[in-house]
C-alpha cells in the first residue's frame, strides 16, 4: 500500500542550529502539507503545497522557517535557528487531486512524522 | 474563529462496549468532516470522511455521522477491542480548499480487558 515517506522519525538538537525534516508523498499525489503537531494538542497547518507552488504559508513563521518543492514531487521543511518551542511532531499530508482514480476530494494521507526535540 | 473541539479528552471502557465518541465545530458552513486515528508517536490514519451532502459513512465497526446544522460529529465505535486503544482526532474542512483542516485536540481512548 503506498505511503507517505517521512524522514527523519526522530531528530534532537540543540537551540540555535538547524534541522531539516523530508517528506516524500503518494505518488501521483498533487498536494502537500506540513503540519505540526505540540504533544497534547492537535495538527496545525504549517504550509501547503499544490504541486511545486505555496498555497497557504499563512501559519509558517517564516522567519525561521522555510519549505520547498522544488519539481513538485518531495518536500523539505527547514528551521533555523531551532527554539525550544519548536519541540514538536511534523506531520507530512498528501491528497490526491479531484478526478484522481481513488481519490475522495478533501481526504489526507500522512506520514508517520518526524518528532523534533530542542535542548 | 472557526474553531473544533472534542469532548472528553480521555475515555475508558471495558472491552465489547459499543461507544460513541463526539466533535463539535462552529461553523456549520463545512465541506467535509474527516476523523483520523493516531497510536502514541506515530502519523494519523484516516478513518472515514464525510462529504458536507453526505450525513454518514460507515467502515467495519465504525460509523461516522454528520449533523452541520448542529455542528457535530459523532464517531461510533462498535463492540470495542484493546486494539482500538489510540487518540481519535476530528478535523473539519472550513475552507473547501483542497483540504486544508482544522483539528480537535483529540479524544484518548483506551479499552481494557
Known amino acids: 500500500e503506498a505511503e507517505v515517506a517521512q524522514s527523519p522519525r526522530y531528530k534532537i538538537t540543540e537551540k540555535s542550529q538547524a534541522v531539516a525534516f523530508w517528506c516524500d508523498p503518494i505518488?501521483?499525489?498533487?498536494?502537500l502539507y506540513w503540519y505540526r503537531q505540540i504533544l497534547g494538542q492537535g495538527p496545525e497547518l504549517l504550509v501547503q503545497?499544490?504541486?511545486?507552488?505555496?498555497?497557504?504559508d499563512s501559519q509558517l513563521p517564516k522567519d525561521r522557517f522555510s519549505a520547498e518543492r522544488l519539481k513538485g514531487v518531495d518536500s523539505t521543511l527547514k528551521i533555523q535557528p531551532a527554539e525550544l518551542g519548536d519541540s514538536a511532531m511534523y506531520l507530512c499530508?498528501?491528497?490526491?487531486?479531484?478526478?484522481?482514480?481513488?481519490?475522495?476530494?478533501?481526504?489526507?494521507?500522512f506520514g508517520e512524522g518526524s518528532r523534533l526535540t530542542v535542548l | 474563529k472557526q474553531e473544533v473541539t472534542q469532548i472528553p479528552a480521555a475515555l475508558s471502557v471495558p472491552e465489547g462496549e459499543n461507544l460513541v465518541l463526539n466533535c463539535s465545530f462552529t461553523?456549520?458552513?463545512?465541506?467535509?468532516l474527516q476523523w483520523f486515528r493516531q497510536d502514541p508517536g506515530k502519523g494519523l490514519t484516516s478513518l472515514l470522511l464525510?462529504?458536507?451532502?453526505?450525513r454518514e459513512q460507515t467502515s467495519g465497526r465504525l460509523n461516522a455521522s454528520l449533523d452541520k446544522s448542529s455542528g457535530r460529529s459523532t464517531l461510533y465505535i462498535a463492540a470495542s477491542q484493546p486494539g482500538d486503544s489510540a487518540t481519535y482526532l476530528c478535523?473539519?474542512?472550513?475552507?473547501?480548499?483542497?483540504?486544508?483542516?482544522?483539528f480537535g485536540t483529540g479524544t484518548r481512548l483506551q479499552v481494557t480487558l
Open positions: 499530508a498528501s491528497s490526491p487531486g479531484p478526478g484522481l482514480a481513488g481519490g475522495r476530494t478533501g481526504e489526507l494521507f
Open positions: 505518488s501521483g499525489h498533487a498536494t
Open positions: 503545497f499544490q504541486d511545486e507552488s505555496v498555497v497557504d
Open positions: 461553523d456549520s458552513a463545512i465541506y467535509n
Open positions: 464525510i462529504q458536507s451532502s453526505q
Open positions: 478535523a473539519a474542512d472550513f475552507t473547501g480548499t483542497a483540504s486544508k483542516l482544522t
